[in-house]
C-alpha cells in the first residue's frame, strides 16, 4: 500500500532533513537532564516531517529561485514541535504503549511527566515562533488553541452513533488540518510573499490536511493490522467513529452497524462492525471525500506562480490518494 512519496523524494531533501533535525534537537535541550532526555525522546524516534517540510516549500513557492531560509526552518520546526508536544498528549490520552516504534513518553516515564513535557515542547515551539514576530507567534498561539478544540469536540463525540460529517469536519480541521495550514502560512509568511499568495498557501495547507486526516481515518478501516502497527478500526473501537464509519451508517448494512456500536465493543462485534464498513460504501464515499479535498488543495496552488516548489505541492497532495482506489 505505501508508495513513495514525492515530498519525502526532493532534490536537496537530505540538506533540509538535516537542518530541519539540528534545529529540532537544539530546541529540545534543557538545563535538566530529565526534561532533555523526555522532551527529546520521540524527537530522536524519527518521523517524515511533513511540516518542516511544507512550510520550507511555501517558502520558495512564490519565486522558483527561491532558497530556504533559516526563517523558514524555524518556522517548520515550531510547528513540529507543536506536533510532537500534542503526542505527548495523545498517548496519555489513549494510553498508547508505543509511538514512531519506541515506548511512549506516558509508557516510560509516567503520565504526568508526559504532560509536563509536552507541555515544555509547546512552549518551545512559541518561543520559537516568538523569535520570528508576533504574527507568526499569535499564529502559531491561536492554531495551538484550535488544535485542542478539534481534540475535545472528538472526545465529546466518542461513542455517538448520531455524529455528523459536519462534526466530523470540524473536528479534524482542528486536530490535524490547522497545523498544517500554519506550516505553509509560516513559510509564506516569512518569505514576505504577497499576501494573496500566503492565503492560497495557507488554503493549500488547509485542504492538504483535512485530505490527510481523511485519507489516515480510511487507512485505518481497510488496512491490514501489519500495516497499521495496530489493530485495524482501532479508532472504532475506540468509539471515535470516523469518516468511513458514519458514511457506512446510510449504506446497506448500516443499521446493523449503529446497533452494534454506541459502546464498547466485543472482539467479535468489532470484527462484525469493521466487516460492514468494509463491504458497504462508506469508504468509497470517503474515498471520495478525500478526493475533492485533494482536488481543493490543488486548485489553491493555482493562484501562485508556477514554481517547482508549487509542483512539489500539489504532487504531494495527489500523492495521498495512490492506493485507495477500490
Not at 485542542?148 to 455524529?163: H, I, S
Amino acid at each position: 500500500m505505501a508508495t513513495p512519496n514525492p515530498l519525502l523524494d526532493l532534490p536537496g531533501l537530505p540538506v533540509l532533513r538535516e537542518r530541519v533535525e539540528k534545529r529540532l534537537l537544539g530546541a529540545v535541550e534543557s538545563d535538566d537532564t530529565a526534561m532533555a532526555e523526555m522532551a527529546s525522546h520521540l524527537v530522536k524516534a524519527g518521523g517524515k516531517r511533513l511540516r518542516p517540510v511544507l512550510a520550507a516549500l511555501s517558502s520558495t513557492a512564490g519565486d522558483p529561485a527561491a532558497t530556504v531560509s533559516d526563517d523558514a526552518v524555524t518556522g517548520g520546526v515550531a510547528c513540529e514541535l507543536v506536533h510532537v508536544g500534542s503526542l505527548h498528549h495523545d498517548d496519555v490520552i489513549d494510553e498508547a504503549a508505543t509511538r514512531h516504534g519506541v515506548d511512549s513518553v506516558n509508557a516510560r516515564w509516567g503520565n504526568l511527566r508526559a504532560i509536563l513535557s509536552g507541555d515544555f515542547l509547546l512552549a518551545r515551539a512559541s518561543e520559537l515562533a516568538a523569535s520570528l514576530g508576533t504574527e507568526v507567534a499569535g499564529l502559531l498561539a491561536a492554531t495551538i488553541g484550535r488544535l485542542c478544540e478539534g481534540e475535545v469536540r472528538e472526545l465529546q463525540f466518542a461513542y455517538q452513533t448520531d455524529r455528523s460529517v459536519a462534526d466530523y469536519a470540524a473536528a479534524i480541521e482542528g486536530k490535524t488540518a490547522a497545523l498544517y495550514s500554519t506550516a505553509c502560512r509560516i513559510g509564506g509568511i516569512v518569505a514576505d510573499l504577497p499576501r494573496a499568495q500566503v492565503d492560497a498557501l495557507t488554503d493549500f495547507g488547509l485542504h492538504y490536511g483535512m485530505a490527510f486526516q481523511v485519507v489516515d481515518d480510511i487507512l485505518d478501516v481497510v488496512a491490514t493490522d501489519e500495516e497499521l502497527g495496530k489493530p485495524a478500526g482501532h479508532d472504532m473501537a475506540e468509539g471515535v467513529y470516523n469518516l468511513p464509519v458514519l458514511r457506512a451508517f446510510d449504506g446497506a448494512g448500516g443499521g446493523e452497524l449503529r446497533s452494534l456500536l454506541g459502546g464498547p465493543l466485543e472482539p467479535d462485534a468489532q470484527a462484525r462492525a469493521l466487516a460492514i464498513v468494509r463491504g458497504g460504501d462508506g469508504v468509497t464515499l470517503a474515498v471520495s471525500d478525500a478526493r475533492a479535498y485533494v482536488d481543493r488543495a490543488v486548485a489553491d496552488l493555482d493562484r501562485l506562480p508556477p514554481t517547482p516548489a508549487g509542483e512539489a505541492l500539489a504532487s504531494a497532495a495527489r500523492h495521498l490518494l495512490v492506493g485507495l482506489d477500490r
